[in-house]
């Protein structure tokens, strides 16, 4: 199959010394390589995530980290306020609810951040929240909410504990777990990390650790407890995704080489460009700044150009694949991810073919 020029928010292109590492032979994941491997992943994560926490790696997408941070914090009846302003927030609202969750939603317009006003207000409306669950960068939306000054919030109105969804965040964008006093913090493999989809990895917080031995949510798989013990002895409780953790271990080489300021740089340059280029050739952006995205810029087209043509056109005539608006900006936005390990020249390639497209496009 001939490589995608892939651009969408995840999962991202696989630098090789990734893509050589995947192909390594199988070990034995009760043994002393894996235990070797798994403890050295484990803690150059909690240097990305910033953290002096627990880092727990489960073989699944993100989305099994939430419904894992969800079951392990959570009784039945619990309530939770949910920050929404997307399709992952909403999302995680659905999880919440599938277990029996008392959710109250703090929606923001969608394309929005949301406000600390906002938040604080609904803290105040409901003091007895036992979780706030925010996400930090709603890759439907391409908005980064600014989760150091909501978490403030947080802090300062209520004692709740704090549930982030950083799966397209972590990594690119700037993100103090410890400092901000983050309980739980989700991320995946397949985003900033230029893996395949296959781990999500939390932090938790010893104050989230007082909740899930409280919680009395069902569970098994998602056990914290279960995979903080395996993991304490250097192995996971079930079969993990052997490979991801090798190809984990060489993107975290060619990260902590960048070193995190070059990182969190090279993506507002990314930002930036992307930004700039889609005005100058007059689309127009979904996001309200200045909580734009630094990983994914949603685009909006012209009068008369249908988003779907655009991606079609793009796929076949470079083989340049951008993403779609997810539910109800499903006919109204592309989404241009620039996600993890990417250059400039890759992304100026591509803004030149969406010129060219779009013009196409508007001609008829
Ligand atoms: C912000 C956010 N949350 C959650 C998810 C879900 O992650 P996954 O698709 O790995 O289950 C995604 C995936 O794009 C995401 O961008």
């Known amino acids: 199959?001939?490589?995608?020029?892939?651009?969408?928010?995840?999962?991202?292109?696989?630098?090789?010394?990734?893509?050589?590492?995947?192909?390594?032979?199988?070990?034995?994941?009760?043994?002393?390589?894996?235990?070797?491997?798994?403890?050295?992943?484990?803690?150059?994560?909690?240097?990305?995530?910033?953290?002096?926490?627990?880092?727990?790696?489960?073989?699944?997408?993100?989305?099994?980290?939430?419904?894992?941070?969800?079951?392990?914090?959570?009784?039945?009846?619990?309530?939770?306020?949910?920050?929404?302003?997307?399709?992952?927030?909403?999302?995680?609202t659905a999880i919440a609810q599938a277990f029996g969750v008392q959710t109250v939603r703090l929606e923001h317009s969608w394309g929005s951040a949301c406000s600390p006003t906002a938040l604080r207000d609904a803290l105040r409306a409901n003091p007895d929240v036992k979780v706030v669950y925010l996400t930090h960068n709603e890759t439907s939306t391409a908005v980064t909410n600014p989760i150091g000054r909501l978490a403030q919030v947080i802090h300062e109105e209520s004692n709740a504990l704090i549930l982030v969804d950083s799966v397209s965040g972590i990594g690119a964008l700037p993100f103090e777990t410890d400092a901000w006093g983050i309980d739980v913090v989700v991320s995946a493999s397949q985003k900033a990390f230029g893996c395949p989809p296959g781990l999500a990895m939390l932090s938790v917080s010893p104050r989230a650790w007082e909740a899930v031995s409280r919680s009395r949510m069902p569970r098994y798989y998602w056990d914290f407890q279960r995979l903080r013990m395996a993991h304490n002895e250097g192995s996971t409780p079930y079969t993990p995704t052997v490979s991801v953790f090798y190809g984990l271990s060489a993107a975290l080489d060619l990260m902590e080489r960048e070193g995190a300021p070059a990182r969190i740089l090279r993506h507002q340059r990314a930002g930036d460009l992307v930004r700039n280029a889609v005005l100058d050739m007059g689309l127009g952006l979904f996001a309200d700044p200045p909580h734009n995205s630094n990983v994914v810029t949603a685009i909006t087209m012209p009068e008369g150009v249908s988003p779907k043509d655009v991606r079609d056109e793009l796929r076949a005539r470079y083989n340049t694949v951008v993403a779609g608006g997810q539910e109800r900006l499903k006919d109204s936005i592309i989404r241009i991810g620039h996600l993890g390990f990417f250059s400039e020249e890759d992304l100026t390639t591509t803004l030149e073919q969406l010129d060219t497209v779009t013009k196409a496009l508007v001609r008829g």
Do not use: W, Y
């Open 1 to 92: 199959m001939a490589a995608q020029n892939l651009r969408v928010p995840g999962p991202t292109p696989m630098p090789e010394s990734v893509r050589a590492a995947l192909a390594n032979q199988m070990i034995n994941h009760r043994g002393s390589e894996f235990k070797l491997l798994l403890g050295e992943v484990r803690a150059r994560l909690a240097s990305i995530f910033a953290t002096q926490n627990e880092i727990l790696c489960f073989t699944a997408s993100g989305t099994g980290g939430l419904e894992a941070a969800i079951v392990n914090l959570f009784s039945p009846g619990d309530r939770a306020l949910m920050v929404v302003g997307g399709f992952f927030g909403e999302r995680a």
